[in-house]
């Protein structure tokens, strides 16, 4: 009686933490996306080694979208399938760095590290185009 009551507690607790410790290693967060997915190729902030840093990512994406939803949905989608007709960097960009690879990580994590970028911006990093005409 005692015994087969510890063994259905033992059960119990066997299942739980494995499976807490599977979801809490998983990447959900956008910033913990970035880091496994992203950063190898795109560094934070200036100067861009093979791709270009998330800060001005996310001043590219601010200025040609006001409303974080429309941005988000766009990166998802070129994420999905890059294509320079749908670049909001500058075409030296695609020109410099080649097009991205397409991701094939779960849509859902697509959109959390999506909306993360946009949270990135920062106004302090408005004129970094150094050397390039100024043109942005
Ligand atoms: C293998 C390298 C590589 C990886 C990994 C990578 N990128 Fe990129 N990414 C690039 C390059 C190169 C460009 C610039 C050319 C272009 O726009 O396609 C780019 C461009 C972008 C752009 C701008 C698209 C535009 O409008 O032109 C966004 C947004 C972006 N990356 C987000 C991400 C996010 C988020 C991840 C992680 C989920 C990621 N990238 C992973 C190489 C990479």
Known sequence: MVMSCFVGVATVWGAGPEQRGASAAEATNGEQIYQRYCKMCHAMMPPPKIAPPIKGLARHYREAFSEKEAAVDH?????????????????????????????????NKLRSVSEWVWEQYDPKLRHHHHGEGGAH
């Open 75 to 107: 990166m998802v989608a070129f994420m999905q399938k890059p294509d320079p007709a749908m670049s909001k960097c500058r075409p030296q960009a695609v020109e410099r760095f080649g097009l991205m690879p397409a991701m094939t990580i779960a849509e």
